[in-house]
């Protein structure tokens, strides 16, 4: 059985991946010119299509250093109501080139911290995407919500709005850890913001932790766990952390001598799941976990789950559209992802553009790797010949890959019989090692220009 020490080892010898929450990832996409290629691409769909939605609402009250999320700490309320006027706007300015009939097979608002635009605010835009959505039976509706921030005066509006899933952002009990990462939340706070949430009648509450962070420990991390397992959330998301003060400029307030190196993140990872198993919970992909009678689990069981920028989703289907700063969209086609930035995504849409920065159109072969990752990152195995012959294309095109694979067959994290791979439950930490070996983009890089990944 491998452990933390020699999955740690073997990460640092693979070196820095992508987290695949898509494919081709995201530093390859491509500048646009124009939104013409895009509305193109919209008006190009089938009538009745079924889009996952997404909203991004890039405010928070305060900044936490760890975040990694397109954000920032908004200065008045005027702001606000500038930006929920704009993003209605950007709405209807992609309307006329959505297919007749459209249908919403989940919503999703995030941040950010999305409840920043209030109960009315929240509803203005659903309202807007329901006049033009028409909602499947079991859609999820969910939000992002911060404990710190949250107004019990916001529950009926959450109600109104439909939402059956809460995400609450825990990410470390230990007040240590909360102090470097400028994020003071006590169990008591989150408790109350959960117990208000299901009285309400919301009925499923996510908690999302994270490893990995300045002064953690095994030890804290399990006092967080089983914490957080007091309030018995339907599904917990356990990420490691990501340092990339390159992209986040407010990560450098964290004192880097104070992140746990590889092999002690491993080792909080290991404890953590440990724990969460240990409580009945189901592993889900690499870094969730769900109740057994979680929709989540159940698909996972049922080899139906499927991955995209939010993370894993039981949404099924390859069209997620994204509006608001920074959000990315999927079509059959390829990826488009919005100006990241408030400032020049406001001008574009006054402008009466659809504010799109960057895309990437699919080939083919994309189609064929990309599910091939999918697979291994949701179900750990894949059997590349049958995927190959039913995209259409030989199961040689992977004979250049699989060499690759060598280091991690020799240290038991995956074993192939041919074309079939299978990755070992010890080895599930190192899945996006072993997606890498298929990421074409990314051995095609220069070894003098890497692209930079977070080092876990």
Not at 19 to 33: E, G, I, K, V
Not at 106 to 134: C, M, N
Not at 198 to 208: F, M, Q, T
Not at 317 to 339: E, H, K, R, V
Request: hydrophobic share 45%; glycine share 8%.
């Amino acid at each position: 059985m491998i452990d933390s020490a020699q999955l740690a080892a073997l990460a640092a010898r693979i070196g820095p991946v992508p987290r695949y929450t898509s494919y081709p990832t995201a530093p390859h996409f491509q500048p646009a010119t124009d939104d013409r290629i895009w509305r193109g691409w919209l008006g190009d769909l089938p009538a009745d299509s079924a889009f996952a939605l997404y909203v991004h609402v890039p405010f928070c009250r305060q900044m936490c250093w760890y975040c990694g999320c397109n954000t920032q700490v908004l200065k008045s309320d005027g702001t606000l109501e500038r930006f929920l006027g704009l993003l209605l706007r950007e709405i209807d300015l992609a309307m006329p080139y959505l297919p007749a009939q459209p249908r919403m097979s989940g919503l999703h608002f995030g941040g950010g911290t999305p409840s920043i635009l209030g109960s009315d605010g929240l509803q203005r835009v659903a309202d807007k995407l329901y006049r033009r959505f028409r909602a499947t039976p079991d859609a999820e509706i969910a939000i992002e919500l911060d404990p710190r921030h949250f107004d019990a005066g916001l529950l009926p509006g959450l109600k109104a709005l439909g939402i059956n899933r809460a995400s609450l952002g825990v990410q470390s009990l230990d007040e240590t850890v909360q102090a470097a990462i400028n994020r003071h939340q006590p169990l008591d706070m989150v408790a109350r913001t959960a117990d208000a949430l299901r009285d309400a009648g919301i009925p499923s509450i996510n908690l999302d932790l994270i490893y990995g962070l300045p002064g953690q420990t095994v030890e804290n991390v399990i006092e967080t766990v089983r914490a957080s397992l007091a309030l018995q959330p339907d599904r917990i998301a356990l990420f490691g952390y990501a340092h990339v003060p390159w992209m986040k400029p407010h990560q450098a307030r964290i004192d880097t001598a104070a992140l746990p190196d590889t092999a002690a993140r491993f080792a909080q990872e290991a404890a953590a799941a440990e724990v969460l198993i240990d409580a009945g919970y189901c592993r889900v992909g690499l870094d969730h976990f769900a109740r057994p009678q979680d929709a989540l689990a159940q698909q996972a069981a049922a080899g139906q789950l499927n991955r995209n920028f939010q993370g894993y989703t039981t949404e099924a289907g390859d069209m997620l559209l994204g509006f608001g700063p920074s959000a990315i969209s999927t079509l059959p086609q390829g990826y488009a992802q919005n100006i990241p930035a408030v400032a020049p995504w406001r001008a574009a849409v006054e402008a009466g553009h659809l504010p799109v920065a960057r895309m990437r159109a699919v080939t083919m072969e994309d189609r064929l790797r990309r599910a091939a990752i999918e697979q291994l990152m949701c179900h750990l195995q894949v059997n590349l010949a049958d995927l190959a012959i039913r995209h259409g294309m030989a199961p040689r095109i992977f004979d250049a890959d699989l060499p690759r694979l060598a280091l991690l067959e020799e240290h038991g994290v995956v074993t192939r019989q041919g074309y079939r791979l299978q990755i070992a439950e010890t080895g599930r930490p190192l899945v996006r090692q072993v997606c890498a070996a298929f990421d074409s983009y990314l051995q095609q890089q220069s070894a003098a220009t890497p692209p930079r990944h977070a080092a876990a």
